[in-house]
């Protein structure tokens, strides 16, 4: 097998192995809360509205109207954390990505934060802002991160909803959500197992020779 066929090949078959290590698990609910933690702060003062929705809100056309998502009704004193663990290999990049989605009832100095921790580390973020009232408008958005895991081992992810105290101290609106959730490896990551696996078949090919 030439050089360049064995490197396809070492990197088509490592690709499944890496997959598998960085799974996110029932990411996008279509399971429910399975393989998902909720955990509410210690710190907080109220009880946050949180949970599921089949079908968020079937408008504006945005990637989370017709599909399963977790939301959260965050505000100040009332915060949700959506957490997951999961096997990552030390050293490789991984690439986070997930929908979000945001609506409000009425205008708000704070449309909330949401933000993805691995291990205390934070890896992206997004803040809706100022909010303008638009009955069941939602506004979408695209999250993304990179990640390089410092060993092999469990690692946990943490989603993060907060919110101010927005206008008049209300606390239950506007409402997030997220879903699709993924985290796989980087290509360059499966290049470099690839060209990895290739030095150690010629490595074994040429002693094979010397013998």
Not at 79 to 104: I, N, R, W
Not at 110 to 116: A, H, R
Not at 133 to 144: F, I, M
């Amino acid at each position: 097998m030439k050089p360049i066929s064995l490197l396809i090949f070492c990197i088509l078959s490592l690709s499944p192995v890496f997959q598998s290590t960085a799974q996110i698990l029932n990411g996008n609910f279509a399971d429910g809360l399975n393989d998902w933690t909720v955990v509410l702060p210690a710190s907080n003062t109220y009880s946050p509205g949180y949970g599921l929705t089949s079908s968020i809100l079937g408008l504006g056309g945005g990637p989370l109207a017709n599909a399963p998502a977790f939301y959260a009704n965050a505000g100040g004193g009332s915060e949700v954390d959506l957490t997951q663990s999961f096997f990552l290999s030390g050293g490789h990049q991984y690439s986070f990505s997930a929908s979000l989605a945001m609506v409000s009832d009425s205008n708000n100095s704070d449309g909330g934060t949401v933000s993805i921790y691995l291990n205390q580390s934070l890896i992206s973020s997004h803040a809706f802002g100022a909010v303008s009232y638009a009955p069941s408008t939602p506004v979408y958005v695209a999250l993304n991160g990179i990640y390089t895991a410092p060993s092999s081992g469990t690692e946990t992810l943490k989603i993060a909803f907060t919110r101010g105290p927005g206008v008049g101290g209300v606390y239950d609106t506007p409402t997030d959500y997220i879903g699709d959730i993924q985290m796989v490896p980087e290509p360059a990551t499966l290049a470099l197992a690839g060209v990895g696996g290739l030095s150690v078949l010629w490595f074994r090919r040429r002693q094979n020779k010397i013998l």
